[in-house]
């Protein structure tokens, strides 16, 4: 088949078959398709949409680019999570310890950061000797140890998404609704996990700006994970601010250690708890209630925060004094509010970026973040602030940039005589029966 006649197929909005997505991915991948072509076909996409029945067969075609991670010789069910990314969200670090501590087997491929939201491995590897690279035996064999452990992706997993990612990135085509769910649950699904909870953000911070956008991404996603055979949901959080105090590597990691020790951030926590509840009662196949009162035990008698230390220690990190054992910047700079009222907004992917600027992300794939680096915030939307209080202080080893990012925090601020209405943490979960309000009483 010809590959101009299946963008011209896209073009006028034409649904492609499964042989026509194979026929593009495959011949990307081995470099028949040139990248103009299947730019072209991504922008159509952009334009016109898929049908629902293309994102879950255009997935399915992803995941056969490369290998897949077979979890059933552990036998039992495994639970995945992800989030569609922000800025200080560490409930990786806090939701998978805790589902373990709850008989969960937690298979957890996490990525790199890239742009202004962090990643789970670099979060990880700001801990001193902690190992990203397992291989398959050891990560098998860590999982049936202590029910969890957490590992880079693999450049064999789902290599067509990482090389069509590579493209979109550069062509305009990364928030393109069906292309973000095919690639999301692509690596998903090939990492293996029976389960998958998903944590759909939506605000300023997002890539979904609305709830209505992130409800029909979670929409798509829970329907490829249905059509895929995996058990699928979604919980639709905020991201109008960072999720916590921290933002950057260790500082989040610290805050993450803190929030197992019951003295973390409120939003922080709840969140943390929903996820962790939603991965028990999927795994486990209890109601949602059973699960939060199981998850809250985990916390409260510190077993969640026992198991973040056990992955730590076999995975060749130190967990001992975790919060102080932590690289530390050589600079904090304090940033002062300028005016009274009430902090109303956050612009949280400027924030993100403030992050980025003081060493903590990386703009290109092969920059390395320095681990200490970062910011946390003294103040967050709702709170009232008079001229002279402390808003955030930065942490940098790049003195040169402290004063560009001191004006740049100040002005990611907005704020109002009245005090703010805020958005909802959880405004909605999404699973196969459809959307339920966040308030709707658990079964």
Not at 308 to 318: C, V
Not at 380 to 399: I, M, Q, S
Request: negative net charge.
């Amino acid at each position: 088949m010809r590959i101009c006649d299946l963008i011209s197929k896209k073009k006028k909005g034409g649904a492609l078959t499964f042989e026509e997505q194979h026929a593009l991915i495959d011949g990307f991948v081995q470099g028949a398709v040139p990248d103009y072509q299947i730019a072209a076909f991504l922008m159509a996409v952009c334009f016109q949409g898929m049908t629902p029945e293309e994102p879950a067969s255009f997935t399915q075609v992803l995941i056969e680019s490369g290998d897949t991670l077979d979890l059933s010789a552990l036998g039992c069910p495994t639970v995945d999570k992800h989030s569609t990314g922000g800025v200080g969200d560490k409930t990786t670090l806090i939701a998978a310890p805790l589902a373990a501590a709850c008989g969960c087997t937690v298979a957890k491929m996490s990525g790199r950061g890239l742009g202004y939201t962090g990643g789970t491995i670099d979060k990880l590897e700001s801990i001193q000797g902690f190992r990203t690279d397992l291989q398959n035996d050891l990560f098998f064999d860590l999982l049936r140890q202590n029910h969890l452990a957490i590992t880079a992706q693999t450049g064999h997993l789902v290599p067509g998404d990482k090389k069509l990612y590579a493209l979109r990135d550069v062509t305009a085509t990364v928030d393109c609704l069906p292309l973000i769910a095919s690639s999301v649950m692509s690596k998903k699904i090939a990492a293996g996990s029976s389960a998958i909870v998903l944590d759909v953000k939506y605000g300023s911070g997002a890539f979904m700006k609305t709830v209505k956008d992130a409800v029909a991404l979670a929409q798509t996603m829970v329907d490829i994970g249905r059509r895929a055979g995996r058990k699928t949901t979604a919980l639709i959080t905020s991201m109008e601010e960072p999720l916590g105090y921290a933002v950057g590597n260790a500082l989040e990691v610290s805050e993450a250690a803190a929030t197992l020790k019951g003295q973390g951030p409120a939003d922080l926590k709840t969140l943390s708890l929903a996820l962790a509840a939603e991965m028990c009662a999927l795994s486990e196949n209890i109601s949602r209630k059973e699960a939060q009162k199981r998850v809250q035990q985990a916390l409260d008698s510190g077993e969640g925060l026992q198991k973040l230390e056990a992955m730590i220690r076999l995975q060749g990190g130190d967990p001992t004094n975790l919060e102080t054992k932590l690289p530390t910047a050589s600079l904090a700079q304090p940033v002062y509010a300028v005016e009274d009222g009430y902090l109303s907004r956050l612009d949280t992917e400027e924030i993100g970026r403030i992050a980025g600027l003081l060493g903590a992300g990386r703009a290109k794939k092969d920059d390395v973040p320095d681990p200490a680096a970062g910011l946390i915030l003294s103040k967050k939307c709702g709170d009232a602030v008079k001229a002279g209080e402390v808003l955030a202080t930065l942490y940098t080893n790049r003195p040169d940039k402290l004063q560009e990012a001191q004006k740049a925090y100040l002005a990611a601020c907005t704020f109002s005589k009245e005090k703010p209405r805020l958005s909802p943490l959880i405004a909605a979960w999404v699973d196969e029966d459809g959307v339920h309000p966040a308030d709707e009483p658990l079964a």
